[in-house]
């Protein structure tokens, strides 16, 4: 959509450039676009074109237009092909370590001629890809403030967040309090602004000191940094099993660091393909085969 291009853009020239369009044709769409709805949609800078508060206003219905449009097409799409090529999935730590290994084997049986991509990312990473059609299927926290229009939420357990260290760290046998904490170093699985505001809150605003030594797209690095030193790492508790296998322990706090739901996130346009059904179900089951102790299930 051209409106969605000036926006995004940020000037008419990049914008005509995007979307094929001569700039004075831009401008007059544009134009007959503002005469239409009587008023005017942008403001003119030095550093571009800025939104105004009507803008603000179609830009939110524009959004939706777009995303029911590549909906109505991924729909069409599927049931023409009769399934995925692709499946594409986006998870955070807890589906991609401890889940979708023991769900992919059947996945794959199931649907031979499907290639299955899987993407390890936080939310702030994958969500967006997911609303972008760039991911099929989210697996990881939902949370409440996130845009969900055309989405399908499937919330599965509550978990909560506790500390990994080696087996030979000086707070093994020691009660985990901000205060036994204060001078701590942590390994972090991507940067996650949310959770940071976690920590700084847990640590009392920085009154325990404490600092991020490394933040790593790659959680079996996060684990061998955590291995080899005295750093420290937040995870979900029920990755108990994983951390296990690494030879790691995990320790919970005595005050509950972080609590979250999670699930699964599909778009409403493809929630009825089979290969998605079918990947909901058996992550579905394969949470509800963990001990209750290790999440409250939803």
């Not at 972008?132 to 357990?157: F, M, N, Q, T």
């Not at 009154?207 to 959680?219: E, K």
């Not at 660091?257 to 079918?278: C, E, Q, Y």
Request: include cysteine.
């Amino acid at each position: 959509m051209a409106f969605l291009a000036i926006v995004e853009e940020g000037t008419l020239t990049a914008a005509a450039n995007r979307v094929g369009l001569a700039q004075p044709s831009l401008t007059k769409f544009l134009q007959r676009l503002e005469a239409e709805l009587g008023t005017r949609l942008f403001v003119r800078r030095t550093r571009g074109m800025e939104l105004t508060s009507a803008g603000e206003s179609f830009l939110r219905h524009a959004r939706r237009i777009e995303a029911e449009y590549r909906f109505a097409v991924e729909e069409i799409a599927a049931t023409k092909n009769g399934g995925l090529p692709v499946l594409r999935i986006g998870a955070g730590p807890l589906y991609h370590m401890l889940h979708i290994p023991r769900v992919l084997r059947t996945l794959m049986e199931e649907f031979p001629g499907t290639r299955i991509d899987v993407v390890a990312g936080i939310n702030p990473i994958v969500f967006p890809m997911l609303q972008r059609g760039e991911v099929d299927v989210v697996c990881g926290e939902i949370d409440a403030e996130l845009p969900s229009y055309g989405l399908e939420l499937h919330p599965l357990v509550v978990v909560e967040h506790a500390m990994i260290m080696r087996p030979g760290h000086p707070l093994r046998d020691t009660l985990i309090t901000p205060e036994t904490l204060a001078g701590s170093s942590f390994v972090l699985f991507q940067h996650d602004e949310r959770f940071m505001k976690h920590l700084d809150a847990y640590m009392a605003g920085g009154a325990h000191r404490y600092r991020v030594a490394v933040s790593t797209s790659s959680f079996a690095t996060g684990l061998r940094l955590v291995a080899e030193t005295d750093h420290l790492m937040i995870a979900p508790a029920p990755l108990e099993p994983v951390i296990t296998e690494a030879g790691l322990i995990i320790r919970h706090p005595a005050r509950t660091f972080w609590k979250m739901t999670t699930g699964l996130v599909t778009r409403g346009s493809s929630s009825s393909v089979p290969i998605i059904r079918t990947f909901v179900d058996l992550v579905r089951t394969s949470v509800r085969q963990f001990p209750e102790a290790m999440g409250q299930h939803v």
